[in-house]
Nanobody
Framework: VQLVESGGGLVQPGGSLRLSCAGS????????LAWYRQSPGSQRELVAE???????????SYAETVKGRFTISREESNEIVSLQMNDLKPEVSAVYYC?????????WGQGTQVTVAS
């Protein structure tokens, strides 16, 4: 599975960005999907994740630091995972990575830079 992220960039504090991650072929519906981030000198950390469930069986979870401001969702018939980020703060600046996981197999995108600065 190849994952390609897009949507990163420079935004002012309080602004919003929407990250998207597309997979190669029609496969993402079968994977648990997540967004991670990594800033210089820090370990990669989980930001948000969403399972393969549909409707009431869909489960989303978030890091405490982003709850209420970030929203993860599946789009385009489950072939894109997006991360809507609102009220951005400088401390969330990092490279954001898309991850797809199933059955112990884990795949990563190349990352997209998010910089929050005035």
């Amino acid at each position: 599975v190849q994952l390609v992220e897009s949507g990163g960039g420079l935004v002012q504090p309080g602004g919003s960005l929407r990250l998207s991650c597309a997979g190669s072929g029609r496969v993402l519906a079968y994977y648990n999907l997540a967004w991670y981030r990594q800033s210089p000198g820090s370990q990669r950390e989980l930001v948000a994740e969403i399972n393969t469930g549909v409707g009431s069986r869909q489960v989303k979870s978030y890091a405490e630091t982003v709850k209420g401001r970030f929203t993860i969702s599946r789009e385009e018939s489950n072939e894109i995972v997006s991360l809507q980020m609102n009220d951005l703060k400088p401390e969330v600046s990092a490279v954001y990575y898309c991850n797809a996981e199933v059955g112990g197999m884990s795949y990563w995108g190349q990352g997209t830079q998010v910089t929050v600065a005035s």
